[in-house]
């Protein structure tokens, strides 16, 4: 399984960037997957997922600033991200998880940096 983030870049406050993940498998193969970030000195954190039945989970902290969305054809997952603020900052990953018999197995992206300062 293999994961291709792009996208990340520098913006001031307010600004907006969307990041991308192609993805080498269908999402039916999939138990969750979709973006996570992980800021300076701080562990890794759910931003947005697809999960179960194309469900989409937010963390609080982005809700209504960020939008994840998929294309099933091309197997890509995005992230529109709007009004960033600082505290956005961090290296995004894109993961996938699947389930198989009782053992779940995680898959992630190299990661792509997102910056927001002024």
């Known amino acids: 399984v293999q994961l291709q983030a792009s996208g990340g870049g520098f913006v001031r406050p307010g600004g907006y960037l969307k990041l991308s993940c192609a993805v080498s498998i269908s999402f039916h193969a999939t138990n969750t997957m979709g973006w996570y970030r992980q800021a300076p000195g701080k562990q890794r954190e759910l931003v947005a997922v697809f999960a179960g039945r194309g469900d989409k989970i937010y963390a609080d902290s982005v809700k209504g600033r960020f939008t994840i969305s998929r294309d099933n054809a091309k197997n890509t997952v995005s992230l529109q991200m709007n009004n960033l603020e600082p505290g956005d900052t961090g290296v995004y990953y894109c993961?996938?998880?699947?389930?198989?018999?009782?053992?779940?197995?995680?898959?992630w992206g190299q990661g792509t940096l997102v910056t927001v300062s002024s």
């Open positions: 993961g996938l998880d699947q389930l198989y018999l009782g053992t779940r197995y995680e898959y």
